[in-house]
Nanobody, 124 residues
Framework: QVQLVESGGGLVQAGGSLRLSCAAS????????MGWFRQAPGKEREFVAA????????NYADSVKGRFTISRDNAKSTVYLQMNSLKPEDTAVYYC?????????????????WGQGTQVTVSS
């Protein structure tokens, strides 16, 4: 079992930056693919970014490419999402997720563990 706890959300003006963190419990964090997803009110949860267990492979949604960066520190069992040039449309609850299959999924349904989410609000 893995527990994930997100932090770092908040209110920021358009053009600003935030860094989200997701701390994981459990000794097997280093072998999980980690993902970030977000869900805005009235919308489905959508993929934001994913990073492989080694950190050598990353994938981003088109809407965040060039603005967001996912990274991980396996020694700290933590995954990060650096968000720059934020836009009002980035407003959502952001969730981190862990996949234990060894694959590199981009769909929320394929992830095994989820955090409780952290709110990001971008004002115009």
């Amino acid at each position: 079992q893995v527990q994930l706890v997100e932090s770092g959300g908040g209110l920021v003006q358009a053009g600003g930056s935030l860094r989200l963190s997701c701390a994981a419990s459990g000794r097997t964090f280093s072998i999980y693919t980690m993902g970030w997803f977000r869900q805005a009110p009235g919308k489905e949860r959508e993929f934001v970014a994913a990073i492989s267990w080694s950190g050598s492979r990353m994938n981003y949604a088109d809407s965040v490419k060039g603005r967001f960066t996912i990274s991980r520190d396996n020694a700290k069992s933590t995954v990060y999402l650096q968000m720059n040039s934020l836009k009002p449309e980035d407003t959502a609850v952001y969730y981190c997720a862990a996949d234990k299959s060894g694959g590199f999924p981009l769909r929320a349904v394929l992830y095994d563990y989820w955090g409780q989410g952290t709110q990001v609000t971008v004002s115009s």
